[in-house]
């Protein structure tokens, strides 16, 4: 039932304090992403490639969206591969249960 129980949870970016209302069960990973975020953030800001917080903000949201969609594309890929395989091996399955099946029936008759 701790999922039902909403906190306030306060998270920092860039040194600034923020509290933000989630679910009991949400809050660690809340704080997790903060800490990314943070990261990202303060990564780019050193980079020199963003000067103010707007374009800082922007830049960061692009740049993590962008890591997710190249890790989904990745995942479809290797659950393609693993699909394929699994046919793969469905059907040596099925060619080595039908050769049994008749070899058992040549024993039998």
């Known amino acids: 039932m701790t999922d039902n129980i ?7 970016i860039l040194g600034k304090s923020y509290t933000v209302k989630c679910s009991e069960s949400e809050a660690e990973l809340l704080q997790q992403s903060a800490k990314c975020v943070d990261k990202e953030m303060r990564g780019l ?6 000067l103010n917080l707007d374009r800082l903000a922007i830049m960061t949201a692009l740049h993590m969206a962008y890591q997710l969609l190249i890790l989904q594309k990745e995942k479809e890929s290797s659950m393609q591969s693993i699909h394929q395989r699994i046919n793969e091996l469905q059907e040596k399955l099925g060619d080595a249960l039908d050769k049994n099946a008749q070899t058992e029936f040549l024993y039998t008759e």
Do not use: C, L, W
């Open 6 to 12: 909403i906190k306030n949870v306060v998270i920092d």
């Open 45 to 50: 800001k050193e980079s020199g490639k963003a």
